[in-house]
């Protein structure tokens, strides 16, 4: 198994409040990805990375900043956190970008 | 724009019985396609891939799946399944140069 870890793995936040996750990969991937998983959507790309300081937007970014100061973290953050924000969160690392991502164990969010 | 369909929400079978599970793709240039199973309360493992080659894929569990560009399908099938098998099953397509759309999952339930 690829070493993935997300942390927290569950949480529990108020409307309003800031909301970090984080991910640490011990693979030393170059890419990294942030996912949410909602029923009836899938998986959906919130953001990703190809490079320590280099991110980049995917389909549901709004709402979500992300920092990769260092290859093997990448951290997400709910700016101002939201009821439609609750879900379950996966981190993905990929070796090339283009072929097998591994994913995290997932961090469920509630926001009350 | 690539997307992916997975045309069966749930899929109910009996133990032992055969299964398919449909997924289209559309994408204008070559494709890099996945399956992933999620088994619950846990992250997404990878079942198995097509990037070039034969267009019979084998994968883990004793599951496979077939490439056909014609139709611009990637079904999963297994002759028996298991009720260990209970799982959701997600189709992806890449999108170059580094990135994958997923579809939005098939519950597969496995009965006795």
């Known amino acids: 198994d690829a070493g993935i870890t997300q942390s927290p793995r569950h949480k529990v936040t108020e409307t309003g409040t800031p909301v970090t996750l984080r991910c640490h990969q011990t693979e030393n991937h170059r890419y990294m990805y942030w996912y949410r998983q909602d029923p009836g959507h899938g998986l959906r790309l919130i953001h990703y990375s190809y490079g320590v300081k280099d991110t980049d937007k995917g389909e549901v970014s709004d709402g979500y900043s992300v920092s990769r100061s260092k290859t093997e973290d990448f951290l997400l953050t709910l700016e101002s956190a939201t009821s439609s924000q609750t879900s379950v969160y996966f981190c993905?690392?990929?070796?090339?970008?283009?072929?097998?991502?591994?994913f995290g164990p997932g961090t469920r969010l509630l926001v009350l | 724009a690539q997307s992916v369909t997975q045309l069966d929400s749930q899929v109910p079978v009996f133990e032992e019985a055969p299964v398919e599970l449909r997924c289209n793709y559309s994408?204008?240039?070559?494709?890099?396609l996945f399956w992933y199973v999620q088994y619950p309360n846990q992250g997404l493992q990878l079942l198995l891939k097509?990037?070039?080659?034969?267009?019979l894929v084998k994968g883990i569990n004793g599951f496979e799946a077939e490439f056909n560009k014609s139709q611009t399908s990637f079904h999963l099938r297994k002759p028996s399944v298991h009720i260990s098998d209970t799982a959701e099953y997600f189709c992806a397509v890449s999108i170059y140069p580094d990135k994958l759309i997923f579809g939005t999952g098939t519950r597969l339930q496995v009965f006795p």
């Open positions: 097509y990037l070039s080659g034969s267009t």
């Open positions: 993905a690392i990929s070796r090339t970008g283009r072929e097998t991502q591994y």
């Open positions: 994408s204008s240039v070559s494709v890099y």
